[in-house]
Each structure stands twice: as structure tokens, then as C-alpha cells.
């Protein structure tokens, strides 16, 4: 019975997701700006969330400032965009790889929010699209890291690459890390049969490169500890995946 009702559910998961998804997408060419988009995409995911009955819990909502920032969370499924928009308000770009932009529908979806796109494997056009985000993080948006890079099956906090950081520290805004806890057993990689778990959203009170001695890697070291400590995973920092 309980087998049965983890398929019940999951197919009455992907329902709801996929005729959502279509309605967002329906109303995004009528949108004239980012922020709009971003505000029915929010819309969108929260209702998905509340009609499946996922409980979020979201602490230190409080630590967010009005003004820009870069927000560093840790990586554990595919659902972690979705559920950090339906919390989080619609300032905020993600930044995310290069490769989104040739899968169908998400390239169009992604390109629509406003998320950068950074490439993974030339070291030039990322040392560029990093250009472009600090350009970005200027003016009125924040943006959105998963300093991991990419997520297992596997739990555990992988290490962090630095670019968020010297972002951070380029434009001297605040970083405020964000620990999320739930989704990797919600919809872990590889596993399409989402289950049904609470989720918790922990956000930090934001780092200042004018308090930290060691610049960029001092900042990092911070929000990892800070986010390792609240997710109760192992410390993967010195594993290789292939």
C-alpha cells in the first residue's frame, strides 16, 4: 500500500508541476520586464508547493537586505531553484550553467527569468560571463549562487568554487548564505519519483568583506561552515566525483 501510494503521489506530483509550469509559460510573452516574470514564476511554484502540501519552513527571513547581495546556497537537487523562488522575493537572478540554454523549454524559461548563464569548461568565457554577473550585481538585481557547481545522489557539501565570492568582493556587497534541507530526498538526482518531505530554508545574516581578513576565500570558508553545520550531511570538500 505504501508503495502504491508513493507512486499516487508522485504521478499527482508531476500533474500539477508540468500543467502549472505550462500556465507559467503561457502568461511569460505578455510580461514587459524581469521582475514580472520572475513574480508569476514565484506565483506559479508556491501554488505547486501548497496544493502537493510541502511544508517549507523558511528561518532568518529577516537577513535578507533591500539593497543588492549575493546569496550562496548548497546544491542538492534539481527542485532547489524552485523552491528557493517560491521564498524568496523576485530581486534575485540565479546563475547557472551554460548548457540550460540548449534544452528545450528550460533554455526558454531561463533566459525569460533573467538567469545567467555561465560556461563550466572554458576558463576565458567564464573569467567573461563572471564579468557580466559583477556588470549585473551593479545594479538593482542580486544573484543567486550554488557555489558547488552541481549536485549528487550522494549527500555531503561539496567544495565551493570562489567566483560568487570574488564577485562579492569586487562589488563589495554582502554575501548571505542559505542552507537548504529536504530537497535532496525530495527529488534526489537520477530518482524522477518525487517524495513527499518537509523542507527547511535557512538564510544567514549576511557577510561583509570589510569584516573578514582574507578576502574572497575567507568569506567562502565562513558560508560553508555556516551551511554544513545546518544541514547535517558529511563534508565532501576533499572528494572527487568523476
Not at 523552491?83 to 533554455?107: C, D, I, M, R, T
Not at 531561463?110 to 568565457?125: C, E, I, S, Y
Not at 549585473?136 to 549527500?155: C, K, N, R, V, Y
Not at 581578513?213 to 575567507?218: I, L, P, Q, S, V
Request: glycine content about 6%; charged content about 20%.
Amino acid at each position: 500500500m505504501k508503495v502504491l501510494n508513493a507512486y499516487f503521489f508522485g504521478f499527482w506530483a508531476w500533474l500539477v508541476f508540468l500543467i502549472v509550469v505550462l500556465g507559467i509559460i503561457l502568461c511569460f510573452p505578455f510580461t514587459s520586464n524581469v521582475r514580472t516574470t520572475r513574480l508569476i514564476a514565484k506565483k506559479g511554484v508556491t501554488i505547486i508547493l501548497k496544493v502537493l502540501r510541502f511544508k517549507v519552513r523558511v528561518k532568518g527571513y529577516e537577513n535578507l537586505t533591500d539593497a543588492s547581495s549575493i546569496l550562496v546556497a548548497n546544491h542538492a537537487s534539481y527542485i532547489d531553484p524552485i523552491v528557493l523562488s517560491a521564498v524568496l522575493p523576485p530581486q534575485y537572478a540565479y546563475v547557472a550553467k551554460k548548457e540550460l540554454k540548449h534544452v528545450p523549454f528550460l533554455g526558454y524559461i531561463v533566459r525569460k527569468l533573467g538567469t545567467h548563464l555561465v560556461d563550466r569548461f572554458n576558463a576565458r568565457k567564464g573569467a567573461q560571463d563572471i564579468r557580466r554577473i559583477m556588470t549585473s550585481s551593479q545594479e538593482l538585481d542580486s544573484i543567486i549562487f550554488f557555489p558547488e557547481g552541481t549536485f549528487h545522489a550522494e549527500d555531503g557539501l561539496l567544495k565551493f568554487k570562489l567566483g560568487a565570492f570574488v564577485t562579492a568582493v569586487k562589488n563589495d556587497i554582502p554575501v548571505i548564505p542559505i542552507a537548504i534541507n529536504g530537497t535532496r530526498k525530495m527529488l534526489r538526482s537520477e530518482i524522477w519519483w518525487p517524495s513527499k518531505v518537509p523542507l527547511t530554508i535557512t538564510i544567514f545574516p549576511p557577510i561583509y568583506a570589510k569584516d573578514v581578513d582574507n578576502g574572497a576565500g575567507e568569506i567562502a570558508e565562513k558560508s560553508r561552515s555556516l551551511i554544513l553545520g545546518e544541514i547535517n550531511e558529511p563534508d565532501l570538500k576533499e572528494k572527487s566525483f568523476p
